[in-house]
Nanobody
Framework: QVQLVESGGGLVQAGGSLSLSCAAS????????MGWYRQAPGKQRELVAVITSGGSTNYADSVKGRFTISRDNAKNTVYLQMNSLKPEDTAVYYC????????????WGQGTQVTVSS
């Protein structure tokens, strides 16, 4: 079973930075696509950024140029560096691991709160 543990959330002023980490307990981390999603109060969960097993990345338009996703396969960890934070970035951020092998398997972390004050 895959377990994902996020860390690094908190309270920051607008314009500030935060870095999130997600440690995965899996046998072969490198085969998973890893992503960060977020859910603000009253809104649906949305994709923030994803990094594939091959290292390709994709970002939501709202965070392009401000957020950077990366992964360290040796540490079974995915990161999200968030710069120039805005109040609208306030949400619970969830780590996702996805494996596509004879079907799609999604695993989620418990979430970490990010609050950006104006």
């Amino acid at each position: 079973q895959v377990q994902l543990v996020e860390s690094g959330g908190g309270l920051v002023q607008a314009g500030g930075s935060l870095s999130l980490s997600c440690a995965a307990s899996v046998k072969i981390f490198s085969i998973y696509s890893m992503g960060w999603y977020r859910q603000a109060p009253g809104k649906q969960r949305e994709l923030v950024a994803v990094i594939t097993s091959g290292g390709s990345t994709n970002y939501a338009d709202s965070v392009k140029g401000r957020f950077t996703i990366s992964r360290d396969n040796a540490k079974n960890t995915v990161y999200l560096q968030m710069n120039s934070l805005k109040p609208e970035d306030t949400a619970v951020y969830y780590c996702n691991a996805r494996m596509v092998v004879l079907g799609t398997y999604d695993y989620w972390g418990q979430g970490t709160q990010v609050t950006v004050s104006s």
